[in-house]
């Protein structure tokens, strides 16, 4: 079973970093990373961990939808995180499929280059670069994509991580619905969901991973006519508060991780009308089993 690693907090200053497109000289970086976001040893048999190859493959189909956060430069850089994505025009309505499936392998054999729709494919952040507002900025810069090539939104599935505490109280589905009202917090689906993306449903057998009773939750995110950013809050009684933010365009390739905060003040209050969803991926479970998670994109985005 896999283990979720504790995120390092090594200093309470955020460190400076960038948000760049993946090339084919990050693709060892890449395939390493993943393996470390999901306590997956090297040498462990990994059938849901793309290799540097696959990376070279996901880049030739989609350069344009992935990204690495990286520090330093030339010799020095170093991969901290990473985002993956894929076009489709699979609407998030039809009837979900399970990652592996719905992606078409590890080298995105179901990328469609013109599709409405980008799929969040994974998303992981080193260990030891966590709580430094990595997988924040790489959220970011997948919804900014969304509004770069003029496309519908963007969904994924967040793996129900948390759903391991309550298995023996409740079925996936009621937790699921729990986590969805506010009334429990998952440690994954719950930031999603604060990121404003918005649960449209249950996949059911959507990775093998047993801590998440093998389902996630279907996130769907579509961008705000004014630009803005809509967050959801669960307050005291389980009601939900949404709260429009605006985030200023950014479409250059580099994205400073230490230039602005990760999470901006929320503005007032908006009114509660039509919720804008965001969309993030799955929580990757043991790469050894035959089929993964987001990968719901995994979880651990910080």
Not at 70 to 84: F, I, K, N, S
Not at 142 to 151: K, Q, S, T
């Amino acid at each position: 079973m896999r283990r979720i690693p504790t995120p390092a907090r090594t200093t309470s200053r955020r460190a400076s970093f960038r948000i760049v497109r993946t090339t084919d000289r990050h693709a060892d970086s890449v395939a390493r990373v993943i393996r470390r976001a999901h306590d997956v040893a090297d040498d462990e048999l990994c059938l849901s961990c793309p290799t540097p190859a696959m990376v070279r493959r996901q880049i030739r189909r989609f350069p344009e939808g992935q990204f690495v956060a990286v520090r330093g430069h030339g010799d020095d850089e170093r991969v901290l995180g990473v985002a993956m994505l894929m076009r489709t025009d699979r609407p998030p309505s039809a009837k979900p499929k399970p990652w592996l499936r719905m992606i078409g392998g590890l080298g995105l054999r179901n990328h469609v280059p013109d599709g409405r729709w980008l799929y969040g494919v994974e998303i992981a952040v080193d260990p030891d670069a966590q709580g430094q507002g990595v997988g924040s900025a790489l959220y970011r810069r997948r919804l900014e994509l969304v509004r770069e090539l003029g496309l519908e939104g963007m969904y994924a599935g967040g793996m129900l991580k948390g759903y391991r505490r309550f298995r023996s109280r409740m079925s996936p589905r009621e937790y699921a619905e729990r986590v969805r009202s506010g009334e429990i917090e998952d440690p994954t689906v719950t930031m999603q969901l604060r990121r404003g993306f918005r649960a449209a449903g249950v996949i059911e057998d959507y990775e093998d991973d047993e801590e998440a009773g093998n389902c996630a939750m279907l996130i769907v995110w579509r961008p705000q006519p004014d630009g803005s950013v809509v967050r959801r809050r669960i307050v005291g009684d389980g009601s939900e508060r949404r709260v429009a933010s605006r985030r200023p365009s950014t479409s250059a390739a580099d994205v400073p991780g230490a230039a602005t905060p990760a999470s901006p003040a929320p503005a007032p209050a908006a009114p509660p009308t039509a919720p804008a969803a965001s969309t993030v991926g799955r929580a990757a479970s043991k790469r050894a089993t035959a089929v993964p998670k987001a990968r719901s994109e995994p979880g651990s985005a910080s």
